[in-house]
Nanobody
Framework: QVQLVESGGGLVQAGGSLRLSCAAS????????MGWFRQAPGKEREFAAA????????YYADSVKGRFTISRDNAKNTVYLQMNSLKPEDTAVYYC??????????????????WGQGTQVTVSS
């Protein structure tokens, strides 16, 4: 069973950048598809980005495409989310998630079996 711990959140001005990290332990990291989700106050948790086990395939929600980049380092058991050109509407708790799903990169919450505790990102206007 894999454990996930996010870090790197914080307060940033609109237009700024942050890089989130998610460290995995307890499993063979390279076996897992990794995803990032976010949950704004009063809203449902939503998909942001996903990356295949090899890092060769990625997928993004339209709301972050072109601004966010997901990547992974299997040697370090870590997945990253580089967030550029941040907007106030990006304010949310960001969660990383893992799944052994095969095929198309999953984007739904129920497709992921392992979750981190989340890290807060606040973008001021």
């Amino acid at each position: 069973q894999v454990q996930l711990v996010e870090s790197g959140g914080g307060l940033v001005q609109a237009g700024g950048s942050l890089r989130l990290s998610c460290a995995a332990s307890g499993g063979t990291f390279s076996y897992y598809v990794m995803g990032w989700f976010r949950q704004a106050p009063g809203k449902e948790r939503e998909f942001a980005a996903a990356i295949a086990w090899s890092g060769g395939t990625t997928y993004y929600a339209d709301s972050v495409k072109g601004r966010f980049t997901i990547s992974r380092d299997n040697a370090k058991n870590t997945v990253y989310l580089q967030m550029n050109s941040l907007k106030p509407e990006d304010t949310a708790v960001y969660y990383c998630a893992a799944t052994r799903s095969l095929g198309k990169l999953p984007t739904r919450l129920y497709e992921y079996g392992y979750w981190g505790q989340g890290t807060q990102v606040t973008v001021s206007s």
